[in-house]
C-alpha cells in the first residue's frame, strides 16, 4: 500500500469523513426534535410551581407578620392576571411604596381567585375581591378560599386558603 493510505503507513487516517459527520448530526437532529418538547414542557411545568410557591411564600410572611406583632397593622397579598402583591394595610392601594410586587413567569397568569367572604374577582384587572387579609394574631384570615394559576402548557396549580389560616400549594 502507498504511503499516507487509509489506517497504515506513517499518516494514520484521522478524523470523520462528510459521510459519518452526516450520520452523527442526523442522530442528534432526531434526539433533538424528541427531548425539546418534553424540555420545555418542563421548564412551563416549573414556571407554574415557582408562582404558586411564591404565592404561598408571600401569603405566610403577611399570616406570620400579624402574628409575630412586630408590626402592628394588616397585612395582605392581592391577586391579579400577571402579577400578585405583598401589601400592608386594610385594602390594597397599587401606589403605595412598601407594596412587594411579583411578576409571574411569562406564560404563567392568575385565571381566578375565589375568596370567601366577598364577591367576585375580576382578575384581569385586579377588582373586586382579590385580596387575602390577615388581621389576628391566630394567623386566620378575613377571607378563605382559592387562587388558581395556569402555565404556559395549560396545566394548573391552586393555591388553597382555609378559614384557620392553612396554605397548600397542589
Known amino acids: 500500500m502507498p504511503a499516507g493510505a487509509k489506517g497504515t503507513g ?24 424528541l ?38 397593622a394588616r397585612y395582605g397579598v392581592h391577586f391579579e392576571a400577571g402579577k400578585f402583591v405583598y401589601f400592608r394595610g386594610t385594602t390594597y392601594s397599587a401606589g403605595d411604596a412598601n407594596n412587594v410586587e411579583h411578576q409571574l413567569a411569562d406564560g404563567v397568569t392568575t385565571t381566578s381567585v375565589a375568596l370567601s367572604p366577598g364577591g367576585a374577582c375580576a382578575v384581569a384587572t ?5 385580596d387575602v387579609h390577615f388581621a ?9 378560599g382559592s387562587v388558581v394559576f395556569r402555565g404556559p402548557d395549560g396545566t394548573m396549580a391552586t393555591v388553597v386558603l382555609n378559614t384557620v389560616g392553612m396554605i397548600d400549594a397542589n
Open 35 to 72: 427531548v425539546s418538547p418534553l424540555m420545555f414542557g418542563s421548564i412551563g411545568r416549573n414556571r407554574l410551581n415557582i408562582a404558586s410557591a411564591e404565592a404561598v411564600d408571600a401569603l405566610r410572611e403577611a399570616q406570620f407578620t400579624v402574628m409575630s406583632g412586630y408590626a402592628p
Open 126 to 130: 385586579g377588582v373586586g375581591n382579590c
Open 10 to 33: 506513517p499518516h494514520p487516517r484521522s478524523g470523520l469523513t462528510l459521510v459519518e459527520l452526516l450520520i452523527v448530526l442526523g442522530i442528534s437532529g432526531f434526539l433533538a426534535t
Open 136 to 144: 389576628s394574631v391566630d394567623g386566620s384570615p378575613t377571607e378563605s
